[in-house]
């Protein structure tokens, strides 16, 4: 079945940085796009970035662009079904709970859009001190 296993989540000072991964099983990892979300609570559960099958397109959240772009950065590595999320001068407000997705569709280009997304992780929790 498909699995998916965030790490790499924790307590990080202001301005500090962290790379989540996220472990895929199951199925043919490089057929499919994968996405990261986040959830603070209250809140809706919110894009932050994808990367498409072969890795040669990302898109990235809202928030992820004009003065902040590349604060976020999305990579995947095939051979080691792994996808990434490298976080740089991070906040308080990026405290949430992270959580990676798997695109729905075989080679298709990832969206925003959450049902895009079957499989999620269990989320791996981020936190941001001031």
């Known amino acids: 079945q498909v699995t998916l296993v965030e790490s790499g989540g924790g307590l990080v000072q202001y301005g500090g940085s962290l790379r989540l991964s996220c472990a895929a099983s199951?199925?043919?990892?490089?057929?499919?796009?994968m996405g990261w979300f986040r959830q603070a609570p209250g809140k809706e559960r919110e894009f932050v970035s994808a990367?498409?099958?072969?890795?040669?397109?990302?898109?990235?959240?809202?928030f992820n662009l004009g003065i902040e772009k590349g604060r976020f950065t999305i990579s995947r590595d095939n051979a080691e079904n792994t996808v990434y999320l490298q976080m740089n001068s991070l906040k308080p407000e990026d405290t949430a709970v992270y959580y990676c997705a798997r695109g729905s569709v075989r080679f298709a280009r990832p969206t925003t859009a959450r049902d895009f997304y079957d499989y999620w992780g269990q989320g791996t929790q981020v936190t941001v001190s001031s």
């Open positions: 199951g199925y043919t990892f490089n057929d499919y796009a």
């Open positions: 990367i498409g099958w072969n890795g040669n397109l990302d898109v990235v959240g809202p």
